[in-house]
């Protein structure tokens, strides 16, 4: 049987840290992208592939920027 993909938690945390430098609120940004904001202070933690494409696709909505990944590295 075949593993879900997981990815390290900077991915995530990184996206929610540009957003927040353009006025986000990370708080608003994990609640929408229903992703648990304690995990950004565990550095080691993985999360699955479809919680790391929420985080994105929340970024993305709240920021205006549809560019995101390229600004965002």
């Known amino acids: 049987m075949a593993h879900a993909a ?5 991915f995530a945390r990184n996206v929610i840290f540009y957003a927040a430098a ?5 708080a608003t940004l994990c609640r929408d992208a229903a992703f648990p904001q304690q995990l950004l202070e565990s550095p080691d933690e993985m999360t699955d592939g479809a ?23």
């Open 22 to 26: 353009r006025g986000v609120d990370p």
């Open 51 to 73: 919680s790391t494409e929420q985080v994105w696709t929340a970024a993305v909505a709240l920021t205006g920027d549809d560019h995101l990944g390229l600004h965002c590295g």
């Open 6 to 10: 997981q990815f390290s938690i900077t």
